[in-house]
């Protein structure tokens, strides 16, 4: 195979990625360099704009990273872990919005 054919072949591929193989690709990329723009991960991983704007939401809301106006922040595995428990938790005694940690409501003086 030719290194022209090589290359279409793998940009057809990459083209039919499944979102799982994508997320992870642009995760693994941020955790490089977190500050990559989307449009430069688009460029890198021979995929839309759009694509990567969709895999950074599914990202987010697998509690892997939090994408705020300043730019993309990986979260670290503690993070993730409290994140995980507040969303599933039915007896955590806080939730987390926007990055902000704050009490469910009733749970104050419950530990009597």
């Not at 969303?87 to 940690?101: H, K, L």
Request: with cysteine.
């Amino acid at each position: 195979m030719s290194i022209i054919s090589s290359f279409l072949h793998t940009l057809r591929t990459r083209q039919k990625m499944k979102e799982e193989e994508l997320d992870w690709q642009v995760y693994h990329m941020l955790l490089e360099d977190a500050e990559r723009q989307a449009g430069v991960l688009a460029a890198l991983l021979g995929c839309s704009l759009d694509d990567i704007q969709r895999s950074m939401k599914r990202l987010e809301s697998a509690m892997l990273l939090e994408c705020t106006p300043s730019g993309v922040r990986i979260l670290s595995v503690p993070e993730m872990m409290l994140r995980c428990q507040a969303r599933y938790d039915r007896n955590c005694p806080f939730s987390i919005t926007g990055g902000v940690i704050r009490p469910r409501s009733g749970s104050w003086g419950e530990d009597d």
